[in-house]
């Protein structure tokens, strides 16, 4: 059981993976030596896990979908594991409403074909696909903000992340990684937290250029940084799955409503539609969210399903249902 203070440096983590623990006790009004023994006490115990990796569009020319995947019941677990397995993939979840899988992913246009027909139609189970071009996110997973700490306490731990590089990346003449780049991005796949130090030591370069070269990287949406957890673990167990209907037009205001609200861990615009993750703290709370949704003025209806299993949370596959642990830097 997590207490008061473990789930605000959680909380500290979703904002700013990186985050020091000096800038994190200072902004929950601790000490550091607190902070940084609760910290990496969470890290080494797997509660959380921070990551860290390239944007897809930074690499190659690729675009952003969401796949989801009709099964039969009994062969679902499977069929996540393999999407799971996939390297293209982000996260998969299945959802309890219906007995399908729900994928981020990034592809080709000339990958999806092969994908969905040659290689998924050959998974035992699989009874329908539905592939959809990702427009736009309204928020991010690490804009998610929790009601453990306050707005003050977010923006003073980082800004929140742009979402138009999620899908705009190339759009808005954005470089693909260089070399250098490309050796800092992989030290990072295996720490997400790696200090500066170690950037510095592992690229050959001074603390400047490396500390210089990531923050240059993380402004400009080329490399991700990610506190993977289970909401459960924070005390928001109920995560559902929103299909909001709009009328023509009313997609994006209504999508910047839906991204501010503090339950919201991400919000996108799916082929004109409005789709939501939601993490909220009961079943009431829940109902709150779905009425205030209902009665934006555009909105023609919601749909929900609640979260069943999780197989990949930002590129990280759950081991047996759950998130495997990194050790504390």
């Known amino acids: 059981m997590l207490d008061d203070l473990d789930r ?3 909380a500290a983590l979703i904002r700013n993976g990186r985050a020091p623990w000096r800038l994190v006790a200072e902004v929950l009004g601790q000490q550091e030596r607190t902070v940084a023994r609760r910290g990496n006490r969470l890290l080494a115990s797997g509660v959380v896990r921070v990551q860290s990796f390239p944007n897809p569009a930074a690499l190659a020319p690729v675009d952003l979908y969401m796949l989801r995947v009709a099964a039969a019941p009994g062969a679902l677990r499977g069929i996540g594991a393999w999407l799971a397995d996939r390297p293209e993939t982000h996260w998969v979840s299945a959802l309890a409403g219906a ?4 994928v981020e992913l990034f592809a080709g246009q000339e990958e999806i074909g092969p994908l969905l027909y040659r290689d998924l139609a050959q998974v035992d189970g699989v009874r329908d696909v539905s592939l959809e071009p990702i427009f736009e996110y309204y928020r991010t997973v690490s804009g998610w903000r929790p009601d453990l700490l306050t707005r003050e306490q977010y923006d003073a731990l980082s800004p929140s992340e742009l979402p138009q590089y999620v899908t705009r990346y190339e759009e808005l003449g954005m470089p693909r990684l260089d070399e250098p780049n490309q050796a800092l991005v992989d030290i990072l796949r295996t720490n997400g937290r790696a200090t500066i130090e170690e950037l510095a030591a592992g690229l050959s370069v001074s603390k400047a250029t490396a500390s210089r070269r990531l923050e240059a990287l993380i402004a400009s949406g080329g490399v991700y940084v990610r506190a993977i957890l289970d909401p459960s673990s924070i005390g928001y167990p109920f995560e559902a799955f929103l299909t909001v209907r709009t009328s023509p037009g009313d997609v994006d205001a209504v999508g910047a409503y839906v991204a501010e609200l503090p339950t919201t861990r991400w919000a996108a615009n799916v082929s004109g539609q409005l789709l939501v993750q939601t993490a909220a703290r009961s079943v009431v709370e829940l109902r709150s969210v779905v009425e205030g949704i209902e009665g934006r003025p ?10 069943a299993e999780i197989f990949k949370r930002s590129t990280v596959t ?3 249902g759950r998130l495997p642990a990194l050790a504390a830097d």
């Open 8 to 10: 605000q440096i959680v």
């Open 99 to 102: 007995s399908e899988c729900i």
């Open 298 to 307: 555009g909105v023609l209806g919601v749909e929900l399903s609640l979260y």
């Open 318 to 320: 759950y081991v047996d």
